[in-house]
């Protein structure tokens, strides 16, 4: 079926369509929903974590479009394949450091009791934690002196009942710089991976289209 008397992408956005439904399902079982990541940005909308990764992915689209032909279109199947390569190796990355650095604690009442909703359920938050090395000097000693009493101590479980205002406070055990460098290093991770899905998508519907031309 042609479908370039509907526009000179039309081709394109139906072959990126068919792509884009099988990756979905493959990186949504991964990751999850974008929107899921975006409490890393302090609340900021899920479009605009996105936006520009999805500019720079628009613009590159677009050169493409106007220089691809029968002489270069392997060229771009090469870089769609690159682009795969690298995309996989930041979902590995992004996967790593979320597990490394990222814990849900439950909200808690001022007594202490844990949060629930209206039906009943606790509710969690996640924040974002250095790890053992970069303990403030002061937690660090803190730490030390809690796993003389209770062996194998983890961090995590440290963190839980330490804190001089409240409990589970990342910035209590670790300095805020930190936590903002680990938190941007998350984001900017999460933002290559959508730019890099996207093109590679786009420059194998590419390549598909101008190899069929």
């Known amino acids: 079926m042609d479908l ?6 039309a081709n394109v956005v139906a072959l990126a369509s068919a792509l884009v439904a099988t990756f979905s399902i493959l990186l949504l ?9 975006t ?3 302090s ?5 605009l974590v996105t936006a520009a990764a999805r500019m720079l992915a628009v613009a590159l689209m677009a050169v493409t479009y106007v220089i691809i032909d029968k002489s270069n279109y392997l060229w771009f199947g ?31 009442d001022a007594d202490g009791k844990p949060l629930t909703d209206k039906k009943h359920r606790v509710l969690e938050q996640n924040v974002v934690i250095g790890q053992e090395g970069d303990l403030r000097p002061e ?10 009493t209770r062996g194998g101590l983890s961090v995590r479980q440290f963190m839980s009942g330490y804190g001089a205002q409240r409990v589970n406070d990342p910035e209590a055990l670790w300095d805020p710089a930190l936590l903002v460098k680990i938190n941007s290093r998350l984001t900017t ?3 290559g991976i959508v730019l890099l899905s996207v093109i590679t998508v786009f420059w194998a519907a590419f390549t598909i289209e101008a190899a069929g031309r």
């Open 43 to 47: 609340g900021t909308p899920s479009f």
């Open 139 to 148: 937690a660090k000693a803190a730490l030390a002196e809690a796993r003389k």
């Open 29 to 37: 079982k991964m990751l999850g929903r974008v929107k899921r990541w």
């Open 4 to 9: 370039s008397r509907y526009g000179p992408f």
């Open 189 to 191: 991770t999460l933002m």
């Open 78 to 108: 090469g870089a769609a394949i690159l682009a795969g390569i690298l995309g996989f190796a930041a979902v590995v990355r992004f996967d790593s450091l979320r597990k490394l650095h990222i814990v849900t604690i439950p909200l808690v």
């Open 39 to 41: 409490w890393l940005t």
